[in-house]
């Protein structure tokens, strides 16, 4: 599988960029796609999760009510758009496909380079 994710960059607090992730190599409409992060120094840590018709969708407490998962299956692409980004939001942000259940989102171990946002004055 390969994850192409893109729209990382420098942004001020309170700003707002939206993260994009091209997949290709699997049947995109089959897998189910959350969005983690890595901070410097930090664990990854999940962020949001998406179902795989879109119907579902789950986001960590730490954005809830600032950033959205949604999914083009026609174009493979899933997106993450975030608003008002707080300096804590800086870190390496990646796609991933995996299985949603309850709640719990559990990626399948693909990758891909992500894309980086820095949030800063």
């Known amino acids: 599988v390969q994850l192409q994710a893109s729209g990382g960059g420098l942004v001020h607090p309170g700003g707002s960029l939206r993260l994009s992730c091209a997949v290709s190599?699997?049947?995109?409409?089959?897998?189910?796609m959350g969005w983690f992060r890595q901070a410097p120094g930090k664990e990854r840590e999940f962020v949001a999760a998406?179902?795989?018709?879109?119907?579902?969708?789950y986001h960590a407490d730490s954005v809830k009510g600032r950033f959205t998962i949604s999914r083009d299956n026609a174009k493979k692409t899933v997106y993450l758009q975030m608003n008002s980004l707080k300096a804590e939001d800086t870190a390496v942000y990646y796609c991933?496909?995996?299985?949603?259940?309850?709640?719990?989102?559990?990626?399948?171990?693909?990758w891909g380079q992500g894309t980086l946002v820095t949030v800063s004055s």
């Open positions: 998406i179902s795989r018709t879109g119907g579902s969708t």
């Open positions: 190599g699997r049947p995109f409409s089959s897998d189910d």
């Open positions: 991933a496909p995996g299985l949603l259940r309850l709640g719990n989102f559990s990626p399948f171990g693909s």
